[in-house]
C-alpha cells in the first residue's frame, strides 16, 4: 500500500510582498521564494540501502529520520508530518528488521 506524509506550510505573512529595490527601466525584483503551490506525489524510498553499517537497535527510529529527510529534499518544506501508518509499518518487523522499500504519498 501507499502510506502519506502531509507536509504543511508556514502561514505567509500579511501585507505586500517586499521589493528589495526597483532598477532603472520599470522593472521589479523582489525578495524572497517562489510560493510553493499544493503537489500531491507518489515516491518509493529504498530504506535497504539507506540502513547500511547502522546498528541494529537504532536502524527504525533512523528509518524515521531518514523519511523525513527524503521528504525536506523532494517538497522544500520544513514541517513534515508521517502518518501513523506509515510510522507502523517502518516498526513492523521491529526496530532492527526494516521493509526494504516503502511507497509513500507525499503531498504538500
Aim: glycine share 4%; proline share 7%.
Amino acid at each position: 500500500g501507499i502510506f502519506s506524509i502531509s507536509i504543511r506550510q508556514p502561514n505567509p505573512p500579511s501585507g505586500k510582498p517586499h521589493l528589495a529595490y526597483q532598477p532603472a527601466m520599470g522593472k521589479v525584483a523582489k525578495s524572497g521564494s517562489k510560493k510553493l503551490e499544493p503537489i500531491t506525489r507518489d515516491y518509493t524510498i529504498h530504506l535497504h540501502k539507506l540502513m547500511h553499517k547502522i546498528q541494529f537497535k537504532k536502524r527504525a527510529p533512523r528509518a524515521v529520520r531518514e523519511i523525513r529527510k527524503f521528504t525536506l529534499k523532494r517538497m522544500f518544506t520544513k514541517d513534515v508530518r508521517i502518518d501513523t501508518k506509515l510510522n507502523k509499518f517502518v516498526w513492523s518487523n521491529g526496530v532492527r528488521n526494516l521493509p526494504r522499500r516503502v511507497r509513500v504519498r507525499l503531498s504538500r
